[in-house]
């Protein structure tokens, strides 16, 4: 909800859910922003598969990326 006073924003009313929303963007934006200027600064990346690898080794566990390593999509 939008509120106005004078025809000038005044107040704006979201939801805890849009709001958390909102929040959650804004800071991905920030570290986002950070890493931008890391790079531009010099700063060397990981490769991606590498970084994916960990990611999936923490959430689901080393025998699960062996599977997805060992795995081949059907071939249409």
Do not use: C, W
Not at 51 to 61: I, K, M, N, S, T
């Amino acid at each position: 909800m939008f509120i106005s006073r004078n025809g000038f924003g005044d107040i704006v009313v979201l939801s805890t859910e849009e709001y958390e929303r909102q929040s959650a963007l804004l800071e991905l934006y920030g570290k986002l922003a950070v890493a931008e200027q890391e790079i531009a600064d010099g700063a060397k990346g990981e490769d991606f598969q590498t970084v994916a690898r960990q990611l999936r080794e923490r959430v689901h566990g080393k025998s699960a990326v062996l599977y997805l390593r060992s795995y081949s999509p059907p071939v249409p």
